[in-house]
């Protein structure tokens, strides 16, 4: 049954993944066609670090918009007035894009960025890929427990994908990632780019749904001997009440979106108000699912900081079971708060319910905060790329977590609701926590799954010009907010110029650092020096194979008899004593 | 941590200037204001604990060679259950006061003068109880040239005049998408939906000595504004709800101004005007942004000479222009979408009303001058495009 491993995987070969058959496409179709999460994990990282580009490249191009506001000024050339139009800096693209006007083409960038960035990048990022290469591993198992259908899961991410990148290819679409009616059922009524991009959103939301059972059942059956549920890394506990919230949230997207696709297609009025239809409606459909998602993008980063703080401090980590337990009660909560996203378009009551019940959600993450930094307390802790990415988490999610009081707060909510204010704040929790830690293990586990060492000193300069880009980036949006400066705006007011800019050149410096990261890990793959079996003293099951580890992952089942944060008790696998010398007493 | 907010209102800080920019118009606002750094010294004081002391603890047990790490408690349950109900406690108090500020915003006394606030893609209308409304604009920008003259730049927004120190309460509906109306300075925004009317309240603040606005009183013979120095106060209105191509373009004034002078606008605008010259007013007022009558095209077809042609539609027919498809494109615009143009206009079918219609059409026919004003030239504010 689903402990047999497939062995029909006739394209395996002994030693390294990496190393195949002769002829591209052999090598090629070999990738596309695996069975092994190894593979499909890598693939899946090569790919969402793709989206992340593309996300990120209309990323600039909407702060370059906002380097300047537009403006006619007007000349006297000899006797003649002359008008002029400057700050109108994406202008050129309205031909090649066939946009209305150059706002439309601002509007297309900030819609394409946010669908690209939530959809393509950030909610399969860990998951899919460092999860499907470790979930396994970490557990002690050889594969996950169906896959088959985790293949099934890589391919219609993929097909998510290219009808999305289809849609923006045809032009993109203006409604906004959140695709909020009765805007997204009329605009462009003469193109079917709106139906593809929400067709792309629809598919992907089965990948997540597949992906998700998957590692639900290989959580609960494929645990190694002796293994008990508080046995397990923080990580999979992570990825856990990640899955769960995946299974259970995505059906509603799916349906909404297919809803706002009968609406548009076959004008059957739901959510548009001119055929009968309520559009506050699909706010609260989308926000049933897209709230809950938000700990689908958090939570599986969590579960990466707990790893590289124990490891780089050498450390128990602090409160295991309750931040085990947090891991839960963060993913039930996140299904009554989804309120939160439209306090400015419902009645009081409500208003005032799903206040209280999003501060209710704040806490378990709060004492998550609390574990890791008392984790750092007497350990021994070294400042590698890995370790200051988990560092830089702490700083920057946890500016995060706190400006989302006063967005959880009714009276401050009503005037910064759809503000810059709400972008820094998500862009704080979403790239200050999701992404950083993201980067943090990539950096950690890429000895392991390319079996090659990252030049350290490059992984720091980078993660310093993340560091410094980040925050000039989006703290400055924060005063954006509150003086007064609304989202999605291709234009604004003279007063909002100075913060404007700076935020915009520190998007620069973020494309600095990871165009650094970008030049370690190429220059890794190629020249990098071979990586031992346990590079950082490990003691999770992922570091008692080899790197990278072999087909079937390990030469024997593994028996798990120490737990994966005993670093006071036990020498790593793979390590010498001498670097790990143990305290006396205990 | 029993923070009481009024006396916090009483007392600004730099810290809330530099974070708002100090312009809290009303007292809910300011209210808002001191609720909000309650909430960032709470912030500030519990990330510097908790990012003080893991700087802390990198500095102090960074690695060194061949010393082991020491030994400490993997939980501590004095602890946790002090940092979980701490952070409680503190959010629970934010939550009750947040709620109290909540009220004081969204709800009006019952005697507050109500202004219907229309909606479209993409402006906005205030209408008076006396049904009147605003026809003054503002321009983005006063450009001062080399020569001396004032030239007014960019675009026009309009202006909407309330009574200092009064209670008002909003009543807004939207024509097409979903809008917001936003006013920084009273700290509140309510979403402004199709289906159904949405609404709050405010008290305008007292005009003080130093709160003036420049105002146009007359015009040059060239057509250039005349600009004094009026008692009043402007404020910002945005829409904050994404709704399309000119959303950042969706913006307005509120004019606070003395009690009289509001009086004698708004009884000023209610008084009946020619046909022509109310059409020219709602022109302004709602069609510009997508109508030109200068000849060129904007999101819509310029007006310029279209009365009495053919007009061609994407379906590929012709029809005559005249006051029944005149009628007809504005109540239903997408029966006959004119060819090279997206279905983009919302209906105005309920909001114009029969006179209304009737001054459109007038204008329409010939927008540059008013034919019962035989000779004069009827737009003097002739600049705009
Ligand atoms: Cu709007």
């Not at chain 1, 969402?48 to 906002?66: N, T």
């Not at chain 1, 030469?555 to 001498?578: L, N, R």
């Amino acid at each position: 049954m689903m402990t047999t491993l497939d062995t029909h995987d006739s394209h395996a070969h002994g030693g390294s993944y990496f190393d195949g058959p002769p002829g591209l496409l052999a090598k090629i179709w070999q990738w596309m066609t695996t069975v092994d999460h190894k593979k499909i994990g890598v693939m899946y990282l090569f790919a969402v670090l793709f989206m992340f580009f593309l996300g990120g490249m209309a990323a600039l191009a909407v702060r370059y918009e906002l380097l300047d506001p537009v403006r006619t000024v007007t000349e006297l050339q000899g006797t003649e007035l002359v008008e002029s139009t400057t700050g109108q800096r994406l202008a050129f693209l309205q031909d090649i894009m066939n946009a209305k006007s150059p706002n439309e083409v601002y509007n297309r960038m900030f819609t394409l960025h946010g669908a690209v960035m939530v959809f393509m990048f950030i909610v399969p990022s860990i998951p899919a890929s460092l999860g499907n290469f470790f979930l396994p591993i970490m557990l002690g198992a050889k594969d996950v427990a169906f896959p088959r259908l985790n293949l099934m899961s890589w391919w219609i991410y993929v097909i998510g994908c290219l009808i999305g990148v289809f849609s923006i290819l045809l032009g993109g679409v203006d409604t906004g990632w959140t695709f909020y009616t009765p805007y997204s059922t009329t605009t462009d009524a003469d193109h079917y780019r709106v139906v593809l991009m929400v067709l792309a959103a629809f598919v992907l939301g089965f990948s997540s749904i597949l992906t998700g059972m998957n590692f639900v059942v290989t959580v609960h059956k494929l645990r190694a001997p002796g293994m008990g549920w508080f046995d397990m890394p923080l990580f999979i506990w992570a990825l856990y009440a990640t899955s769960i919230i995946q299974v259970l949230a995505t059906p509603v997207i799916g349906i909404t979106l297919l809803l706002l696709i009968l609406e548009r297609t076959m004008k059957i009025g739901i959510f548009d108000p001119s055929m009968g239809g309520d559009p506050v409606l699909y706010q609260h459909f989308f926000w049933f699912y897209s709230h809950p998602v938000v700990y689908v993008m958090i939570l599986p980063a969590m579960g990466i900081i707990s790893e590289l703080l124990a490891i780089h401090a050498r450390k128990h980590i602090f409160g295991y079971r309750a931040i085990a337990f947090s891991s839960l009660g963060i993913a039930a909560v996140s299904f009554l708060v989804w309120g939160h996203h439209i306090f400015t378009a419902m009645g009081e009551l409500a208003a005032v319910l799903f206040s209280a019940l999003t501060f209710l959600v704040a806490i378990p993450t709060a004492i998550k905060v609390f574990n890791w930094v008392a984790t750092l307390y007497k350990g021994s802790i070294v400042l590698n790329t890995p370790m200051c990415y988990a560092l830089m988490f702490l700083f920057t999610f946890t500016i995060g977590g706190l400006t989302g009081l006063p967005l959880a707060t009714l009276s401050t909510d009503l005037h910064l609701h759809d503000t810059y204010y709400v972008v820094a704040h998500f862009h704080y929790v979403m790239m200050g926590g999701t992404v950083i830690a993201f980067m943090g293990g990539i950096h950690h586990w890429w000895p392991k799954m390319f079996g090659k060492m990252y030049s350290e000193t490059g992984g720091l300069i980078g993660c310093a010009l993340v560091f410094i880009g980040f925050n000039l980036t989006f703290f400055t949006q924060f005063f954006l907010g509150t003086q007064g400066m609304p989202r999605r705006y291709a234009n604004y007011v003279d007063e909002f110029q100075t913060l404007h800019e700076i935020s915009t050149y520190g998007s620069w410096i973020l494309l600095a650092g990871f165009l650094v990261h970008l030049v370690t890990f190429i220059m890794s793959l190629v020249g990098g020096e071979k990586a031992s079996a346990n590079p950082w003293g490990g003691l999770t099951l992922e570091w008692e194979c080899e790197s990278p580890p072999i087909e079937h992952n390990f030469h024997h089942e593994p028996i798990v008899k120490h737990g994966p944060y005993d670093f006071e008790s036990v020498v790593p696998p793979h390590c010498d004593p001498k670097d790990y010398p143990l305290p006396q007493s205990h | 941590m029993m923070l009481s907010t009024t006396t916090l209102a009483d007392s600004p800080s730099i810290l809330q200037d530099w974070i708002f920019g100090g312009n809290a118009a009303s007292r809910a606002a300011a209210q808002s204001d001191a609720m909000f750094l309650a909430i960032t010294w709470f912030s500030i004081i519990s990330f510097v604990i908790v990012i003080g002391f893991a700087a802390y603890c990198v500095i102090k047990y960074r690695r060194k060679p061949g010393v082991p790490v020491q030994p400490s408690p993997h939980h501590h349950t004095l602890l946790e259950i002090i940092w979980t109900v701490v952070p409680s406690a503190s959010l629970l108090v934010f939550f009750v006061l947040g709620f109290r500020g909540y009220a004081d915003k969204v709800v009006a006394p019952a005697n507050a003068m109500e202004l219907k606030v229309d909606a479209w893609k993409w402006g906005w209308k205030v209408t008076y109880p006396n049904g009147a409304s605003s026809p003054e604009q503002k321009f983005l920008s006063e450009q001062v040239l080399n020569d001396g003259l004032v030239q007014q730049t960019g675009l026009q927004y309009p202006i909407f005049y309330v009574p200092e120190d009064s209670d008002v309460r909003l009543r807004m509906h939207s024509q097409d998408v979903i809008h917001s109306f936003w006013i920084p300075e009273f700290r509140t925004k309510m979403d402004v939906i199709p289906n159904r009317y949405t609404g709050y309240g405010f008290r305008t603040p007292k005009l003080k000595a130093g709160d003036t606005v420049m105002h146009q009183v007359d015009v040059y013979p060239d057509g250039s504004p005349v600009l004094a120095e009026v008692s009043g106060r402007d404020m910002w209105i945005f829409c904050a709800e994404y709704c399309g191509d000119e959303h950042s373009r969706m913006a307005a004034t509120l004019r606070v101004v003395p009690r009289e002078v509001f009086e004698e606008k708004v009884a000023e605008w209610g008084r009946p005007k020619s046909p022509w010259l109310l059409g020219q007013t709602i022109w302004k007022q709602q069609c510009q942004i997508c109508h030109s009558i200068d000849g060129k095209p904007g999101t819509g077809p310029t007006w310029q000479g279209i009365y009495g042609t053919e007009g061609a539609f994407a379906d590929g027919s012709t029809h005559m222009r005249d006051e029944n498809y005149i009628r007809e494109s504005i109540l239903n615009p997408n029966e006959k979408v004119v060819a090279g143009f997206a279905p983009a206009m919302p209906s105005f079918q309920g909001s114009l009303s029969e006179e209304d219609l009737e001054g459109l059409i007038m204008f329409i026919k010939s927008p540059d001058r008013d034919p019962t004003t035989a000779g004069e030239d009827g737009d003097s504010a002739g600049s705009e495009g």
